[in-house]
């Protein structure tokens, strides 16, 4: 059961009214502009605005961020308003000539980055890649359940969905010294990322319980590895060239509030944290991944299974005093469930190249290969029942360039 809107919406395609998740968009000859996904079309915010149906002179931009940073009573304001125009009939000879099919825009990078930070926050990924990495060893540190680990990213390579991957170069490990090259060993990671909306003074940390004043949504990232390039640079400060290269986010931010439906309570956190990363909120989010490689799905990871959780990352983030920007975008970490087929990575996937996966055509994988195409999609459950879609992430691997 869906709630009812005039739009046509095939029930199946995750862009119900209960979602509308904000995106960039533009037409040949046209300066780009916000939009709101609703079935197959996009609605013109700009033009809604300009027609007086809306509030808000955030629409006719090239990015999110003007209404980001507008804060979560315009957000919300916003929300009920589309709703009740692309719900109630009487409103569709207005509203109804600001759609547009999707196949006639062009979806761009939906936020100006800011910062970039990305996480490791599942406990199935870190432990498969310690096993991995430190045979012998334990295979979590020390330091991982009494702190959400991660690593400042690069924002200028963050790229929307689409945007062809060139295999990067880098060094590798070699049997007499480094040798350079493109990666052999390019990777996918399957992750979910939320968007800061309002900034935060220098020095005032973000407690959890304020974690809705500050993040405007939620997005799917794919964070773009070369395992050789990192396995031999990242000793001993992590990650730097193997990651830097790019990173793909979807189209559309679904807002914090079409996500309440999915939030369910996270894996028992045994040691208690410290209480600056206590939370009085279950903020696990059930969405349903999907890995698919070249049109055949290679993996299914459960985002619910996730140790740390969004809020406590994002307090954790700023309890130093560092303060968040619009824009800022922070990324889950790979997200794997317990199972083989729920893993996030070809690294955990093929267990470091052991164990290749088959693909639809019957030729096999152990890392990414040129001309490959890699799709993430999510789902999370609404109020009504129904299923909504975070837009998909796509990108096709094209050789390299040095
Ligand atoms: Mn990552």
Not at 140 to 160: A, D, E, M, Q
């Amino acid at each position: 059961m869906t709630t009812v809107t005039w739009v046509e919406v095939n029930e199946d395609s995750g862009f119900g009214v209960e979602n509308l998740p904000y995106g960039v968009f533009s037409r040949p000859g046209e300066l780009p502009r916000v939009g709101v996904a609703i079935g197959e079309h996009v609605l013109d915010l700009a033009e809604l605005a300009t027609a007086g149906l809306i509030e808000g002179r955030w629409f006719a931009s090239g990015s999110l961020n003007a209404f980001m940073a507008a804060g979560r009573a315009s957000w919300q304001a916003n929300r009920t308003r589309l709703t009740e125009l692309l719900t109630d009939e009487s409103h569709r000879p207005q509203v109804e000539p600001h759609l547009i099919p999707l196949r006639d825009v062009e979806l761009l990078r939906p936020i100006e980055v800011a910062d970039y930070v990305d996480f490791y926050a599942s406990e199935h990924h870190a432990t498969n890649m310690g096993r991995m990495l430190r045979p012998g060893g334990d295979a979590l540190l020390p330091n991982w359940k009494h702190l959400p680990v991660g690593y400042h990213g690069r924002s200028g390579t963050v790229f929307p969905s689409g945007t062809p991957i060139v295999r990067p170069s880098g060094q590798r490990r070699g049997e007499s010294g480094p040798t350079f090259g493109p990666t052999l060993k390019l990777d996918i990671e399957a992750e979910v990322g939320f968007v800061a909306g309002v900034p935060s003074a220098p020095g005032h940390p973000v407690a959890t319980g304020d974690f809705r004043d500050h993040i405007f949504g939620f997005t799917l990232v794919n964070d773009w590895s070369a395992r050789d390039v990192q396995g031999w640079e990242g000793q001993p400060l992590g990650p730097f060239l193997a990651k830097s290269f790019a990173t793909s986010i979807s189209p559309w931010i679904t807002p914090v509030a079409a996500l309440e439906a999915a939030r369910v309570a996270p894996p028992p956190q045994d040691p208690v944290p410290l209480p600056y990363l206590h939370c009085d909120e279950p903020w696990a989010l059930d969405l349903d991944i999907e890995v698919l490689i070249n049109g055949q799905t290679v993996s299914r990871p459960p985002f619910s299974t996730m140790y740390w959780t969004a809020p406590q990352q994002l307090a954790h983030a700023t309890v130093n005093g560092a303060s968040l920007r619009t824009g800022d975008l922070f990324a889950s970490g790979t997200v794997s469930g317990p199972e083989r087929l729920q893993r996030g990575c070809l690294m955990e996937l093929t267990w470091n190249g052991r164990e290749p996966v088959e693909l639809a055509d019957g030729t096999k994988r152990t890392f990414l290969e040129d001309g490959d195409t890699v799709i993430l999609r999510a789902t999370a459950p609404t109020p009504t029942g129904s299923r909504l879609a975070l837009g998909e992430v796509v990108g096709t691997i094209v050789p390299a360039t040095t």
